[in-house]
């Protein structure tokens, strides 16, 4: 009786060592993935401050480039009140408005980009 007492008391402590590896184990995976999901919040938070500072300067070069196009457009319209308007003139308002139309696309297709994200 004495010796399965013992028999049964070495089992029980052998499924105990098992199961104290498997959670060792299971700590060291936890914290592998645990250091590389702050590497990775790291990198988001890093890579999302980028994407802010491009948005703005986007925006600001779009503005800046609205404006110009609108002082263009009232240096045009005050040189054909005096009949001056040239080709030259013409084929520059048409470039710069290809530009907007340009600059308008880039930012749609970046939107909608990040919505199918």
């Known amino acids: 009786m004495?010796?399965?007492?013992?028999?049964?008391l070495c089992e029980k402590m052998d499924v105990m060592k098992e199961a104290y590896r498997?959670?060792?184990?299971?700590?060291?995976?936890?914290?592998e993935a645990d250091t590389l999901n702050t590497e990775n919040v790291k990198a988001?938070?890093?890579?999302?401050?980028k994407y802010?500072?491009?948005q703005l300067d986007l925006e600001k070069a779009n503005n800046d480039l609205s404006d110009y196009l609108e002082e263009m457009k009232n240096v045009e319209e005050?040189?054909?009140k005096e009949n001056v308007n040239t080709g030259a003139q013409t084929a520059l308002g048409l470039y710069a408005?290809?530009?907007v139309l340009g600059f308008a696309g880039v930012a749609l297709t970046g939107k909608r980009a990040r919505k199918e994200d």
């Open 2 to 8: 004495h010796s399965d007492l013992v028999k049964s």
């Open 22 to 31: 498997s959670y060792e184990e299971a700590i060291k995976v936890f914290e």
């Open 44 to 49: 988001l938070d890093v890579a999302s401050q």
């Open 52 to 54: 802010v500072l491009a």
């Open 78 to 80: 005050t040189e054909d």
């Open 97 to 99: 408005l290809g530009g």
